[in-house]
């Protein structure tokens, strides 16, 4: 194949040219065509945008940049029926054309340009990422590339610091399907005219919870008004949202509501697809006769999940399916999900796929990319036309998941180990590429086969109200991480380090791996591990080793997570604190029996250890966990323990999983008057009055559930402070969130240690009860509880 050579020894025989009409983006990829060149070769290729090109420059190959020919053409012809991302780029006659039927296209056509014939990649975003082949000559084979992108839309959650890496990467956002009703009737406007438009007491002063009546006059036509100006005002707009506002508040779901649906959709909700597709139908009728080549993006989540009946949508109208398709690999799950997509496509002829492929909120790297790509090929073949991912990506931890999602949703028919094979590779270097894959390979089998056996999945798969998606708030699945996985990841990326070959890879190994001890302390402090049979000296003191680092690894973790908070590459986007993902980092069965075993043995040289402890141990979570150890262990303290009854406060109404307790559900002292059996519970508290006085406090509470006790049951402590009036004015929750069939019939003893102050949100503290809270228990479960005492720990 003949070949246009555009530099040889470094010495440039090319110049780059764009029309005198080029648009801003037009001209900036004429000018990143030349910088790259130059980063790889050395050499400048001069760059005239628009304008003559000086006659010292004639004789050189012209790179023509977004100039399209005449018409009827040999490139005009190419670019005929091309998506206006699409691009051709034609060397012929020592002449380069790269050209789109749109300033995007012509962009993406560099960037393919620059990758193809450069071997530029832009793996992570910044500088850090960018991946350039040094050579001093670059030629081009004469031939044509025609492309185009599988689907429309191609999108990643916001993610400024990544910006220019989504750009290179060809990711766009051409579809919005988000949370919008807010907007486009939002009460600021209507609350006082248009009283109607909102349900009767729903709190208008937020974008959620509530949405605007469907089933009434005038909604429709003031949406169809609205978004006419929008696109009046911002002509460029490919698409408007409709997307419901989160969390649910429908006027119709009501059962004293003439239109109420009464009855559930298939994940749990009310049902109300039915009268909010009625109305999006209305609304995007309208808007198309104005503008029939626009866009109605909007979601099928939660309440509006299921397709409506008997109601068929324009084809303006993209529906988004909201799902976390890693439940794909789960055969059941995958049959309910591709039904679901192809009775939408009776439905609508423009879908979305809305993925929960989260990086970040998890806490060992989510990998499941072959299956990612499988989903997007089967997308491909059903009508789906975009994507949008909240990936939240944690770019040190999940390392090519981004940049595979990214060259998958342009082309879902690349090969996967190709392109891992490729990042890895450019990434680390050949040879550290072999550990890189390994580390990531280890991963994926744990998503792909361990997790999705778990508990954690169970519960998820198995709520009455399933979320769609997979429960990254709730972090059991770390229960089945083994310290060898942790080893493991950690011996194979420090290979990567060791085996890169250039000073810029081993920064990036360097980095994958100074972002894996975040997920080396989340899963080494997350509360596990094996309970001895018998209890002597010896094993007392190891199992009080073991409870020590479980506490110091929580706060190597959370000190991670403040250094991490500093780095956008590394920063947790969705933040651990906001979405409770804390914990004590001691295993309740543990504890218990560390407490046990010293009950009737020699405890001397444990109590002689739990004060060398308290004293040295720079951990802050160590001094007072062996404060309240101390105390429970020798019965001593400065504080007394709760006094008064144990009073048991149920809850009447249906608990979340629909469990209600049973009439059995009287408590049963126990003969030292500190302990209940409870049965039937359903969701309840076991409430005492703590004497006060501003201070830290330490409460522990023993209990023991059958091993076959509901996947959902869950034990927690808090404390709930009230003000002279007996106004609760806080609450106070423990970190450990426990679910019981984890002690697997054991006698276990959760710990909670709190700061509680003089004063809660700026009002004095009067008293204050510690609760005992017992969720989502089914009928046939049984607990036992005991105190295991209260005490002031310090002032």
């Not at 296209?105 to 990422?129: A, D, H, I």
């Not at 049959?335 to 939408?344: P, Q």
Request: include cysteine; glycine fraction near 8%.
């Amino acid at each position: 194949m003949r070949e246009t050579v555009l530099v040889s020894g470094g010495r440039s025989g090319a110049i780059v040219m764009t029309a005198k009409d080029a648009d801003e983006r037009t001209a900036a990829a004429a000018r990143v065509l030349a910088e790259y060149v130059r980063k790889s070769t050395g050499a400048e290729l001069p760059v005239y945008i628009g304008g003559n090109v000086p006659g010292h420059a004639e004789g050189v190959i012209p790179i023509r940049v977004g100039i399209r020919g005449e018409e009827g053409g040999p490139l005009e012809l190419l670019l005929r029926d091309l998506d206006e991302d699409g691009f051709v780029i034609r060397t012929a006659n020592r002449e380069i054309d790269i050209a789109g039927p749109s300033s995007w296209g012509t962009m993406y056509g560099v960037y393919e340009f620059l990758e193809r014939y450069v071997g530029v990649r832009w793996l992570l975003p910044g500088e850090f990422g960018e991946d350039v082949l040094g050579c001093s000559d670059l030629s081009v084979p004469e031939e044509t590339v025609r492309e185009q992108p599988a689907f429309l839309s191609r999108d990643l959650n916001d993610f400024p610091a990544a910006a220019d890496w989504m750009r290179f990467n060809r990711l766009r956002r051409r579809m919005n399907p988000f949370h919008n009703l807010c907007n486009l009737l939002p009460p600021s406007r209507y609350k006082d005219t248009r009283p109607e438009f909102y349900k009767a007491g729903a709190l208008l002063d937020r974008d959620t919870d509530w949405q605007p009546a469907f089933t009434i006059s005038g909604t429709a036509e003031e949406a169809i008004r609205n978004i006419c100006s929008f696109f009046e005002a911002n002509p460029d707009e490919a698409c408007y949202s409709i997307g419901v506002n989160d969390n649910g508040g429908f006027v119709e779901d009501d059962p004293d509501h003439p239109d109420y649906p009464n009855r559930l959709n298939s994940i749990g909700h009310t049902d109300m697809s039915d009268i909010y597709f009625r109305w999006v139908k209305q609304v995007a009728e309208g808007v198309l006769e104005k503008y029939p080549d626009k866009y109605i993006g909007l979601y099928a989540y939660a309440d509006v999940y299921d397709p409506p009946t008997g109601i068929k949508l324009p084809a303006n109208v993209v529906v988004y399916i909201t799902d976390d398709r890693m439940s794909w690999r789960d055969p059941e799950m995958g049959e309910a999900g591709r039904r679901l997509t192809e009775t939408w496509n009776k439905v609508t002829p423009s879908l979305g796929f809305y993925e929960y492929m989260y990086g970040s909120p998890y806490m060992v790297p989510r990998m499941y990319l072959q299956h990612i790509a499988g989903t997007y090929r089967y997308a491909l073949q059903h009508g789906v036309i975009a994507h949008f991912v909240e990936i939240f990506a944690n770019f040190g931890g999940e390392g090519a998941k981004p940049w595979v999602v990214a060259k998958l949703q342009w082309n879902p028919e690349r090969d996967v180990e190709e392109l891992l094979e490729e990042w890895y590779e450019r990434a680390v270097g050949k040879k550290a590429a072999v550990h890189l894959s390994a580390y990531y390979k280890l991963w994926e089998r744990f998503w792909e086969e361990r997790a999705m056996k778990s508990d954690w999945y169970e519960r998820w798969k198995g709520a009455k109200l399933r979320t769609n998606y997979m429960a990254f708030y709730e972090p059991s699945y770390l229960a089945i991480v083994t310290p060898q996985d942790i080893a493991d990841s950690r011996r194979l990326l420090e290979a990567a380090v060791a085996d890169a070959e250039t000073e810029l890879q081993r920064k990036r190994a360097a980095f994958l791996l100074d972002t894996f001890a975040y997920y080396e302390a989340s899963a080494l402090s997350y509360p596990k591990g094996r309970v001895p049979a018998a209890i002597d000296e010896k094993t007392a003191l190891e199992l009080l080793t073991v409870v020590a680092d479980g506490a110091a690894g929580r706060d190597r973790r959370l000190a991670l997570i403040g250094r991490f908070a500093q780095n956008p590459l590394q920063q947790l986007t969705v933040d651990p604190f906001t979405w409770k993902l804390e914990w004590s980092g001691v295993n309740p069965a543990q504890l218990y029996a560390l407490l046990d075993g010293c009950k009737t043995g020699e405890t001397t040289a444990v109590i002689r250890k739990v004060r060398e402890l308290e004293k040295e141990s720079l951990s802050p979570s160590v001094k007072p966990l062996m404060n309240l150890i101390r105390f429970l262990l020798s019965e001593e303290g400065n504080g007394s323990a709760a006094e008064g009854e144990w009073i048991l406060k149920t809850s009447d109404s249906t608990s979340p999983t629909g469990l209600v307790r049973s009439p059995d559900v009287t408590p049963v002292l126990s003969p030292t008057g500190r302990g209940v059996v409870l049965s039937g519970i359903g969701t309840a508290w076991m409430a005492e009055e703590l004497p006060f006085a501003p201070g830290t406090y330490g409460v522990a509470v023993h209990y023991k559930a059958r091993a076959d006790a509901a996947l959902t049951a869950m034990i927690q402590l808090q404390f709930k402070l009230y003000d002279a009036e007996d106004r609760p004015v806080a609450f106070l929750r423990s970190e450990d969130r426990v679910f019981v069939r984890s002690t697997a019939g054991e006698w276990a003893t959760l710990h909670f240690i709190a700061d509680i102050p003089a004063q809660a949100n700026g009002v004095p503290v009067s008293r204050v009860e510690i609760l005992t809270y017992l969720k989502e228990f089914a009928v046939s479960d049984r607990i036992e509880l005991e105190r295991g005492g209260t005490f002031l720990l310090g002032t």
